[in-house]
């Protein structure tokens, strides 16, 4: 069976005032950081505030004073983190988080998230929590312990799907799909007309694209694996250009099981009928950001078989 | 932060015809193999039928012709079976089950389920399976691959409960416990009047208990810390007199969250209202039981804070 876990680690840092600027410090150097994480640089897009790297199911965005990188499957981003901070100690940090999604095959990892808090304690001072109860979904994050303003306009949205299910969902696990097929179903073109896209369509399947309009992205990586599949979205969009989007990807991939993560958004979507909230935590973080978890179910309403092994 | 993953791995198996009775193997033969799962046994009781052992946080039953071992925690289960095996061989076994929890701290077991399969394999042919999302509660087996045909009486019910809340699982949680409160709370002499008790009771707080009546058994495990509560229950008495316990054990503990796991068990339990089956997989095995899993849930309607870590 091949099975690829959609287990995302996030990080993102932004430089105090005075710092050189990270898109000066070019390809190579993000580069050897990608590759710190095992992973690489596939292709780019660039606009006038952001570079903008696809890697092999991950992503990298470099504005000129902060930078996201969110890498999945058996990547070692808190690598990638700790030679960043080689680079740039922590004096130099206004901000830095670090996240991870529960995962469902953590023995398959190279490192759990409380590794991780022990690989950073030497160089960061820094918070940790669990957002979800543990036997369910949930997310780490790790901020860096100072006090820290975000702009009015600094909010962020994840959407995490499993089980998508549906024509669009058996099309993205079908040979044959093509990207232009892939657009038309998301409605890209529709709901981010003034994007700029890089996609990679891997094989046989699963996607990834990085979208970059100004200094706003959108990212999306797609595990369409009947057995466990699974959809990220993410952006910085705000409010209502964001709900639109993710109202019509829970409309497309009808997923039985999804995750929203946010910070500094509220972010009302439109469940389909019978889906429930069952669990939610939310938290004031020190450094100006409100953090929400939900998870959202569709209850299993039919009998269903055991899966072989 | 305290934490115990009462991360159940469970084998049965029963002998061949003309085998030697396995309660004459002595309870030297038994230590040892508990050994191996890095377990040791506290104590025991017998009757006519059966031997019983309470172990550390695990349990072990032995009758003439079957034998059934369950532990908790990081113990190595499978090794035990491997070290049985060497003792007595394939044909020597008439069926043979390998069950396995989901864990939500995979990377502190010793092995994965799929782990155990490869360490099996060189031993027994068998079917593997999973029942329940993987991203989910859910519960894997593996059987030995050999036809069987289960006595009409012979049927098993797993109740796991997550999440205790109320009263009593405060009390549970609460220094100075003792085994006659929770005796009283869980209605033994009540519910279960003609069966012998041993029980063992753990500091700070944690319970034990196996249970015997001719050759029928209980046994309950209780790890009853605030962030992580876990309590399963495990018998095969017939339905009319477990399905009374089973939904005594939901009053009293106030789950949140469980499942039941049943083989040849019509099981239908009286849940508090709001809960929800969000989870049902059902699979008939060569070996001659339906095999159920069912998840539980009462979601949460209440926003919580994250858990520091």
Redesign the interface.
């Known amino acids: 069976m091949m099975f690829f876990e959609g287990s995302e680690k996030k990080v993102e840092a932004v430089m105090q005032p005075g710092q050189p600027s990270l898109r000066s410090l070019g390809r190579p150097f993000w580069a050897q950081l990608v590759a710190k994480a095992n992973a690489e640089i596939l292709s780019s897009v660039h606009n006038e505030a952001c570079d903008a790297y696809l890697l092999s199911e991950s992503s990298l965005f470099v504005w000129e004073d902060r930078f996201l990188m969110l890498t999945c499957g058996t990547t070692t981003l808190v690598h990638a983190v700790t030679e960043f901070l080689k680079h740039f100690s922590e004096d130099k940090l206004a901000m830095l988080t670090y996240q991870r999604k ?6 398959l ?1 190279k490192s ?3 590794d991780d ?1 022990a690989s950073l304690a030497p160089h960061l001072k820094g ?5 979800g ?5 949930h997310n ?2 790790f901020h860096l312990d100072r006090p820290y303003q975000p702009q009015a306009d600094d909010a962020t949205g994840e959407l995490l799907m ?2 998508i299910t549906g024509a669009d969902a058996e099309y993205l696990r079908s040979e044959g799909q093509t990207l232009a097929g892939i657009q038309q179903r998301m409605g890209w073109s529709q709901l981010l007309p003034q994007f700029q896209f890089d996609e990679f369509l891997f094989q046989p399947f699963g996607y990834s694209m990085n979208g970059i309009c100004g200094d706003r992205y959108v990212t999306m990586h797609i595990t369409p694996q009947e ?2 599949s699974y959809v990220s979205f993410e952006s910085n969009l705000e409010a209502e250009a964001l709900i639109p989007v993710l109202n019509h990807l829970l409309r497309v991939l009808k997923p039985q ?1 999804y995750d929203l993560i946010s910070f500094n958004l509220p972010c009302p979507l439109a469940h389909a009928e019978g889906v ?8 004031t973080l020190d450094i100006g950001y409100r ?1 929400a ?1 939900q998870h959202f ?1 569709l ?11």
Chains 1, 2 share one sequence.
Do not use: C
Not at 133 to 137: F, I, M, S, V, Y
Not at 300 to 308: G, I, L
């Open positions: 529960n995962e469902y095959q953590a023995q990892q759990s998230f409380s808090l918070k940790a929590w669990r957002l109860h543990l036997d369910g979904h780490y994050l499993y089980h057995d466990s099981s429930q909230l069952i669990d939610h935590a939310e938290q953090m978890f179910l209850p299993n309403t039919q009998v269903r078989s055991a899966d072989p092994l």
